[in-house]
């Protein structure tokens, strides 16, 4: 296994690899086919999670939980692609790097074995980073450390390799790599987007989150696909017209205190009437409310391990006429503040396919015991509508939380 440093490259002992890049928080991984000039021939040459196929180029999902990666085959790749760029990131709109080292991982696809692992170094205000590429030399397929940072975001990559946005953005604001990486090139013109995430919206306008569906300019359901929500940002959980009655799972998770310390956390869902009366609640001291409607996975003590800490099932279809709002909260039993937690996030996921459908990552942490993570209300119309909160309370165990969740419908 190689460590390889910015610009350095290495020959690929097999035709067929993955370029996984991990980090400590989520994010969004996409892969560019690029000509001898440096852009793609069209957007359908940008592959990522809403467009995961592409000729001799795929992205893999990790399914929720990291590492996303892409994987190339270079037999596949059609004649004229040169090269195959790999890009990060985060998935919190407006998050930079600073302080996250993501990790690119080259593996040989067909065993998963390791040929080289690449961390760029000194990252800060980078929101978007070229990783890694796969190039054509000489006849024979290499792989090149780049680490080339961006603090304009996708926006900023997607016109430099020549695939089209809303708007015409201002000029690429590239960070410059170490010595040896090679230079980004200059901007493209502007046309309509592949990917919404790489609307480029002029000020004052507030940026356009990195999800493949624009939240906040209308009313959003999902029928484009996974949404990410931003504090305050509503969805309707409606697909194809009809209403999502089915069964869905809320996903909680985090990571424990900064410093190594163990962290408690207690994820719960309040239940209110149309008069925000409360009707009932789940935690872990109660598992199942409104006749099984709504069930909790149990108590979890630590956030250790990957993936959803607890998992609350709610079946929308199941719910009783007189719950009308459903408000998820998180609190700190063992009494630590949230601006000692890692990263928190919630997550809506179906609960038959396991597809994830609503994302909200809690960011802009307040140092108080209790958080209003989201809510599920229950229109006229029957269909549901999820609404991300973000607000925070103080409060260490679900009953302090009804008040302000009856506050928050």
């Not at 990790?103 to 692992?117: E, F, K, M, P, Q």
């Not at 090679?182 to 356009?208: E, H, I």
């Not at 609350?312 to 408000?327: C, F, M, S």
């Not at 209300?377 to 607000?391: C, D, H, I, K, Y």
């Amino acid at each position: 296994m190689t460590a390889m440093t910015p610009g350095s490259n290495l020959p690929l002992p097999t035709g067929r690899v993955t370029v996984e890049v991990a980090a400590p928080v989520r994010l969004d991984v996409s892969g560019l086919l690029l000509t001898a000039d440096g852009k793609v021939r069209s957007d359908d040459d940008f592959i990522f999670y809403n467009q995961p196929q592409g000729p001799g180029v795929t992205h893999r999902s990790g399914g929720g939980t990291p590492p996303d990666a892409i994987v190339v085959d270079t037999a596949a790749v059609p004649p004229g692609i040169e090269k195959i760029v790999v890009t990060a990131s985060p998935d919190a709109a407006g998050q930079t790097f600073q302080g996250i080292e993501p990790t690119a991982t080259l593996r040989n696809a067909d065993d998963g074995s390791v040929i080289a692992t690449f961390t760029p170094p000194q990252l800060g205000a980078e929101t978007a980073l070229v990783v890694m590429e796969i190039y054509l030399r000489g006849g024979a397929w290499k792989a090149r450390a780049v680490g080339q940072g961006y603090a304009n975001g996708l926006a900023g990559i997607a016109t430099d390799f020549g695939v089209t946005v809303e708007e015409q953005p201002a000029a690429p604001v590239a960070i410059p790599p170490q010595p040896t990486a090679p230079a980004a090139a200059p901007p493209m013109p502007s046309a309509p987007p592949a990917d919404p995430r790489l609307a480029a919206p002029a000020p004052p306008t507030p940026a356009v989150p990195p999800a493949p569906t624009p939240v906040g300019s209308g009313k959003v359901n999902l029928d484009k696909g996974r949404v990410s929500l931003r504090k305050n940002e509503t969805v309707s959980l409606v697909k194809a017209g009809r209403p999502l009655l089915t069964q869905v799972k809320m996903g909680l998770g985090w990571e424990p205190a900064y410093g190594g310390r163990d962290i408690d956390l207690d994820a719960s869902v309040i239940a209110y009437g149309p008069e925000r009366n409360h009707l009932d609640s789940c935690y872990f001291g109660k598992l199942s409310i409104l006749n099984g409607a709504i069930k909790h996975s149990g108590d979890n003590l630590t956030g250790e391990g990957a993936g959803d800490d607890e998992v609350i099932v709610v079946d929308l279809g199941r719910i009783p006429a007189e719950a009308t709002g459903l408000v998820f909260t998180v609190n700190s039993f063992s009494g630590q503040k949230f601006t000692e937690v890692a990263k928190a996030y919630c997550r809506l996921i179906d609960a038959a396919s396991g597809e994830e459908l609503v994302r909200f990552d809690l960011t802009g942490a307040e140092p108080q015991t209790g958080v209003l993570m989201a809510k599920l209300v229950r229109q006229f119309s029957g269909e549901w509508e999820m609404t991300a909160l973000g607000t925070f309370a103080k409060s260490r165990t679900v009953r302090g939380m009804v008040k302000p969740g009856a506050e928050a419908l």
